[in-house]
């Protein structure tokens, strides 16, 4: 039987998502904020809308302490190139929900946004593989307030670092990999009794039948949506090469010189550029 990929977020949520196994949430957490939490209720994954005008929001899985404390975490598998706004859209939905006119400000909690992605954000690229924001005075770096905190990990930039098994966060990370080694696994199931537990679970569901269906299914969506995104950043390609032809034709350079600084030949750039 093959091990599904953890990372699926079709996959994620069931594993993390669920009520009865909100331990894997705590457990997961705490490895991710270096915090104790020890009680959490996982809610709905739907943000409430004020009017039908107001764009949905759909949270991968959505989650509060006893003390009021939310979170919403995320796996992103694809580069849409709006991860940030994404991300700002998503906590501020989260922080204001539930919030009624005429209440204290005071009573507004800390929601915090964990974003999982198996890409690296061009924001991020002189970032660590697990980034921390808040918001800071920029030139004393005084913290303004503690109501806003936003986790980035990049899976890429982990998989480029040795790991360390005594740090909780690398072992639910390998725990993740879609390519995790036996040998590798084995360790990580040795030394933690919560992600052997989420291994266990993994394995049933991967066993089960219409969660294997729900996974195909989420699996080809993906796959179609990279083709998507690969041919339109093709296209972009292809269009700033056009125009920079253009831009010498026009400045008098010939088709057989333009040619010299492009990947295509004199009768490719004719064709593309409709030229007889």
Do not use: C
Not at 4 to 19: A, C, Q, R, V
Not at 35 to 55: F, G, H, P, T, Y
Not at 124 to 147: A, G, I, R, V, W
């Amino acid at each position: 039987m093959k091990r599904l990929n953890p990372l699926n977020d079709f996959l994620f949520k069931k594993l993390f998502g669920e009520e009865k196994d909100n331990d894997l949430l705590i457990g997961f957490l705490n490895a991710i904020l270096y915090s104790d939490i020890v009680n959490i209720s996982i809610e709905s994954e739907q943000l409430e809308r004020e009017s039908k005008e107001d764009k949905l929001g759909i949270l991968d899985i959505k989650a509060k302490t006893k003390t009021g404390e939310k979170f919403n975490i995320e796996v992103q598998l694809l580069n849409q190139n709006n991860m940030v706004p994404r991300t700002l859209f998503y906590w501020s939905k989260l922080f204001v929900e539930g919030f009624e006119s005429g209440s204290h400000y005071e009573s507004l909690k800390k929601t915090i946004t964990i974003n999982i992605l198996d890409f690296k954000l061009d924001e991020l690229h002189d970032e660590y593989f697990h980034s921390t924001y808040k918001l800071f005075e920029k030139k004393t770096l005084n913290l303004l307030t503690d109501l806003l905190e936003v986790h980035f990990i990049e899976i890429p930039k982990f998989q480029e670092i040795p790991y360390d098994l005594y740090n909780p966060l690398h072992r639910w990370l390998l725990f993740l990999k879609d390519d995790v080694s036996e040998e590798e696994l084995k360790e990580v199931l040795s030394m933690d009794v919560i992600v052997n537990k989420a291994e266990q679970k993994l394995l049933k569901l991967s066993a089960d039948p219409e969660t294997r269906r729900e996974y195909e299914a989420r699996e080809k969506a993906l796959s179609d949506e990279r083709s998507r995104l690969k041919d339109a950043e093709d296209n972009g390609i292809l269009n700033g090469i056009l125009k920079v032809v253009q831009s010498l034709l026009n400045n008098g350079m010939t088709i057989a010189e333009a040619s010299k600084h492009t990947p295509y030949s004199e009768d490719e750039l004719k064709r593309l550029l409709k030229i007889n």
